[in-house]
């Protein structure tokens, strides 16, 4: 599988600190049970940050909304 890096995730989310918070807020929720939305054998910060990367995962606000594409969410 293609590495990931933040530049990927920062095509889609342009505030890096916004970008830490929606990963370590979906790695909490991997550890409450929620399933990742993207084929990953990685540990859960990088399957959070291609979740965030293929646009599965949107900052809505303070909240974030989870299985949606970037365009939907506008």
Not at 14 to 27: G, H, S, Y
């Amino acid at each position: 599988m293609a590495r990931i890096t933040v530049e990927d995730c920062q095509e889609r989310v342009d505030n890096r600190f916004l970008l830490v918070q929606m990963a370590i807020k979906r790695v909490h929720q991997f550890r409450e049970g929620y399933e990742p939305l993207v084929e990953s054998k990685n540990k859960e910060v990088v399957t959070a940050l291609r979740e965030i990367a293929e646009g599965k995962v949107v900052a809505d606000g303070v909240d974030m909304k989870i299985g949606y594409e970037q365009e939907d969410a506008e």
